[in-house]
């Protein structure tokens, strides 16, 4: 959720002089112009602590006498520098006061101290000593005493706001606007747009704001020109303007770099960083906030702000469990009385709610919800309450009474007219909510009513809200039976979503950005296999199926980058003949450098948008050559398979998904058994295996492309009864298949590679290069990851034996081992040109991970995105003696014409008369085509 930052509010016009970086200030750094939970402890207050303070509240802390001349730019020196360098300003300012000023000089001394006292977040001590500040200014008399004190009621002002205290602050602006000059009318404008949004009047704070920046562009005020457009810039992120909001903090950016004010231009690319995550430009808010992280490390300040900004991009991008750490992390860190605190538990309760924790996130949910009532933040409260329903509904069992649905719909309604009223984003979320609710508490009227209150923010704002509008529409339309306005609603809103994918290059962002579509996308199937339409069902599952694959970028030329990849593969390597005690020290550096690797990565750009003709160019080419499809989807956790017979498209029920992974499971184990001697019984499991997951069909052809979700991809598809002897190809969409059907057969050398480790040692890659002679072998030391990627580049024909690590936890780190260390998969994308057709002779390099919705992630699936027609892996644990003899058939069949998938086939008759071979040929699969 957006938050106001560090958009300062105090006098001074000019940059505070050039000084070496302050050291880090005592207690919780502060970009806080928001609510504490700090009382004022201080002067007795009037009944509800309305404490204005008079001068008799307590005894003067300088002398009424004055003792030397009055520098005429203190003012402009000394409070800048509060902000800037808040350390030094505050030396200078106990300094001053140790002398003996002038009743101005202690004014500016003792507000510059309150200045940086309330950015620590010592509201108490802050407060007195701008009550001291007051009194001085009284006592300078005349129209410059009274300017001086309507500086000092400002600032006053902003503080007991962020003290808490809002209704009082307005109260002690309204006196400041009495004695304040025109000339200073820009600067308490500042401190009134930024009290006003507190209590949650925020478009009356964007309108003081720009009349603030105005006015000070016209004075010539730079300085404070800057602080107004950064503070409208955070104002107008919670009222869900990212584009202006944007514009806003470029411009303060600008003028504070030109002005030398380094810490609150740091603040203004942080909300830089924001506005870009509310537009859904992940990698470009991640490149913000590694700047911004940059800059206060230069300045030593390290802000409770940016770990949040990164955890919520984290949240947005779908990395929901690496958004709880970041969010407990944080949450520990802080104090209670830090003013970052509301923030962080809303974004832990969202993250909670995300890994399907609905206690926790309805716990702190309800924390927040207080704290932020406390502080008159009433957008922010109602945005809790939210969150606090959605956690009602998860935790909500069946057989609850109408009567309770009918509250929570009640109250979800209540919200959203609270968000709308407040102009902050979530209404849609909130009318959904409610029509849900009102469904299962029998009211169909209230359910409509919510909908197309929802339905009617489809049309504006960012890609993601925009999304969930048309998801209510496509509800609407379901409910009204209107079958065409309910297709027009999921294209349109699947299409948001993928404005939204278009920005990411990272592969796993990509796939996790899907799951953003996952109900849209199974409405349209819901449909289509309830009006019995299987060509409608197998389109629906296509359009939302492998898209990550296509759009992902190769990353630059980074030395960062690749000393990052380096120094991974060394600890990785490392880790294998380490001892216990070494082992815990290299698992932490290696999750270091794990996630500075993810972070280069999740800042690259889409270079590419989804191929919307593939699947009919798919289903051309299938008939054309004579190629039977097997089509298997999942709905509402039932597998239903479609295939085309006669001329006919046809569905049939296959069973429950839970039994086909189950058997999968099952599958593999089996197959584990045998590469380590078990008898087993390749037909036997084999049979069990495709009642599970194909049921009782005959594919009716010679050569057969199998089409599973992602969660079934790893099946060992050939061991099935109905496809041993076939020529079988497996691909996670038509459209990649339609895409590596089309790789043209390009000139290019064949290449050998051989990992360390192996029981066979070199006698695979032997008797493979007598097959084909010429081709480049590295093995032993010049088997690395660098040269490996040098000889894969715009290889025909490419085979590397190698022990394969599958990490389903990060499965772009599923890594195949070289002889300096893995090869992950985030290394297989710097490839100009994959390798035609490539084969894996290693454990489980087929293994992919289902990731978002209908996205598997692996070195297979990654393989077949960058351009290779080819890969043959295998999909579970294989025996190193029976794969030379797989794979030397394997070649031999390749050498004499036979696709990869055809000679696979033909290894597998040749190898049915003995139970390992058998077993260890039916553990590859061809995927692509």
Known sequence: MARVRRASRESGSQPSPPSPPPSPPAGP??????????????????????????????????????????????AETLLPLALSQPARALTRARDLLAATPSPYDASVAHQAAGIVLRERGDHPAALTELRAARRAARRVGGPRGSAREGDVLATYGAALAAAGRPATALRVLAEAERLTP?????RLLLRRGFVRHETGRSREAVADLDAAAAGSATLGDRLWEARARNLAAAVRLTLGEHERAGRDARAAQALLDDLGQQLEAAAAVLNRGYAALVAGDLPGALALLDEVAARYRALGEDPPEVALDRAEVLLVAGLSREAVDAADALLAALPASSPVRPDALLLAARAALAVGDPATARRRAGDAARRLTARGRTGAVARADLLRLEA???????????????????????????????????EADARLLQARAATRAARPADARAALLAAALTRRSGAPLPRAAGWLAAALLAREEGDRRGLRHAVRRGLAAVDEHRATLGDLELRALAAGRGEELARLGAADALAHGRPLEL?????????????????????????????????????????????????????????????????RLRGAATPDADGTDRALAALAEHDVALLHLVEVDGTLHLVTRQGGRWRRRTVGPLDEALAATSAAAFALRRAAHGRRVDPVAVGARLQAAVLGAVDP??????VVPPARLLSVPWSLLPALGDREVAVCPSLAAWDRARRRPDEPGPTVLV??????????????????????TALAGPGATVEATLAALDGARLAHVAAHGRLRRDAPLFSALDLA??????????????????????????????????????????TLLGLGTRTVVAGVAEVNDGATVTVMARLHAAVAAGAGPAAALRDVRRACRDDPLDAATAAAFTAWGA
């Not at 402890?41 to 008799?56: H, N, S």
């Not at 006698?763 to 010429?774: F, M, N, P, Q, W």
């Open 392 to 426: 009602d509904e998860a935790l909500l069992r069946a057989g609850t009474s109408a009567a309770r649905w009918a509250r929570v719909a009640a109250d979800a309604g209540d919200v959203a007219v609270r968000l709308r009223a407040a102009g902050l984003p979530g």
């Open 700 to 705: 009716g052809g010679e050569r057969v492309l």
């Open 182 to 186: 025109p000339a200073g009318r820009p």
């Open 754 to 775: 051989t990992g360390p480790g192996l029981s066979t040692q070199l006698r695979e890659a032997t008797l493979v290069e007598r097959v084909h002679a010429g081709a």
């Open 538 to 602: 197998l389109r629906w599952a296509e359009r939302w199926r492998a898209t990550a694959l296509t759009g992902a970028a190769a990353p630059p030329a980074d030395p960062a980058l690749a000393a990052d990849a380096a120094a991974l593969r060394d600890v990785t390597r490392r880790l294998g003949a380490a001892d216990e005690g070494e082992a815990v020290v290299l698992r932490r550096e290696q999750a270091r450098l794990e996630g500075a690797v993810r972070r280069h990565h999740r």
């Open 820 to 861: 300096d260390g893995p090869l992950h998969v985030h290394d297989l994308q710097r490839l100009r040109r994959a390798p035609t057709e490539l084969v894996l002779s290693a454990c489980e390099s087929g293994g992919v991970t289902a990731v978002g919705a209908g996205e598997a992630l692996g070195l297979v699936t």
């Open 29 to 74: 750094c502060g970009l806080r112009p928001w609510a504490c939970d700090t009382t004022d402890l201080l002067t007795p207050a009037a009944p509800g602590g309305d404490d204005i303070d008079t001068e008799a509240a307590t005894p003067p802390l300088i002398p009424a006498h004055e003792h030397g001349p009055e520098p005429a730019d203190l």
